[in-house]
């Protein structure tokens, strides 16, 4: 059972956009902690996506944005390509546990 | 090029111990807090545990699955962080990666090692 909830999987066509969700509580996004988003492709270490819970790092296309609201974040990915084909996870710190934590994972499959 | 690299993992019984390295390069270790993530097989990331720098004072903190059993330590003179892993059971299996924040972004963490495999047998 993971902190922050997320679906287990989403799937569209390439050109569409998706939305996945990362859910929390008041001991960690409600709290106002950052959170931070990471594409992981198989077999290889996760990659930062999405950082302070809206920004996109160096090299990130424009086609992926973030936003918190609440006890809730989301990651909306637009134009979907083959390549962004992945799995994602969402981050936040929380303060009940004293740990970072992340979300359960979304696999996103390209139609 | 900015990297992180882990070794030390392998396979191991259950209740023995391991040590796991991460090596940086090309980017100032001095200040680094270092975290490892673990992954078992098929499931999500899960922090483990965090060490951070000399100059903070050197504090270390872990996720309550590896407290008492693991314990993070680092020697700046190698640029390497050390993860001592005592008493592993077998839900200790899983790809561990060290990572740390450059700062550029935050906190987040955004310099990751390629990951090294650990497998606990019962």
Same mark, same amino acid.
């Given at each position: 059972?993971?902190?922050?909830?997320?679906?287990?999987?989403?799937?569209?066509?390439?050109?569409?956009?998706?939305?996945?969700?990362?859910?929390?509580?008041?001991?960690?996004?409600?709290?106002? %902690?950052?959170?931070?988003? %990471?594409?992981?492709?198989?077999?290889?270490?996760?990659?930062?996506?999405?950082?302070?819970?809206?920004?996109?790092?160096?090299?990130?296309?424009?086609?992926?944005?973030?936003?918190? #609201?609440?006890?809730?974040?989301?990651?909306?990915?637009?134009?979907?390509?083959?390549?962004?084909?992945?799995? %994602?996870?969402?981050?936040?710190?929380? #303060? #009940?546990? #004293?740990?970072?934590?992340?979300?359960?994972?979304?696999?996103?499959?390209?139609? | 090029?900015?990297?992180?690299?882990?070794?030390?993992?392998?396979?191991?019984?259950?209740?023995?111990?391991?040590?796991?390295?991460?090596?940086?390069?090309?980017?100032?270790?001095?200040? &680094?807090?270092?975290?490892?993530?673990?992954?078992?097989?098929?499931?999500?990331?899960?922090?483990?545990?965090?060490?951070?720098?000399?100059?903070?004072?050197?504090?270390?903190?872990? &996720?309550?699955?590896?407290?008492?059993?693991?314990?993070?330590?680092?020697?700046?003179?190698?640029?390497?962080?050390?993860?001592?892993?005592?008493?592993?059971?077998?839900?200790?299996?899983?790809?561990?990666?060290?990572?740390?924040?450059?700062?550029?972004?935050?906190?987040?963490?955004?310099?990751?090692?390629?990951?090294?495999?650990?497998?606990?047998?019962?």
């Amino acid at each position: 059972q993971s902190v922050l909830t997320q679906p287990p999987s989403v799937s569209g066509a390439p050109g569409q956009r998706v939305t996945i969700s990362c859910t929390g509580s008041s001991s960690n996004i409600g709290g106002g %902690y950052d959170v931070h988003w %990471y594409q992981q492709l198989p077999g290889t270490a996760p990659r930062l996506l999405i950082y302070v819970n809206n920004f996109r790092p160096s090299g990130v296309p424009d086609r992926f944005s973030g936003s918190k #609201s609440g006890t809730s974040a989301s990651l909306a990915i637009t134009g979907l390509q083959a390549e962004d084909e992945a799995d %994602y996870y969402c981050q936040s710190y929380d #303060s #009940s546990l #004293s740990v970072w934590v992340f979300g359960g994972g979304t696999r996103l499959t390209v139609l | 090029e900015v990297q992180l690299v882990e070794s030390g993992g392998g396979l191991v019984k259950s209740g023995g111990s391991l040590r796991l390295s991460c090596v940086a390069s090309a980017f100032s270790f001095t200040n &680094a807090w270092v975290n490892w993530v673990r992954q078992p097989p098929g499931k999500r990331l899960e922090w483990v545990g965090r060490i951070k720098s000399v100059t903070d004072g050197v504090p270390t903190d872990y &996720a309550a699955p590896v407290r008492g059993r693991f314990t993070l330590s680092r020697d700046d003179s190698k640029n390497t962080v050390y993860l001592q892993m005592d008493s592993l059971r077998t839900e200790d299996t899983a790809v561990y990666f060290c990572t740390t924040f450059s700062g550029t972004y935050d906190d987040a963490f955004d310099i990751w090692g390629q990951g090294t495999k650990v497998t606990v047998s019962s």
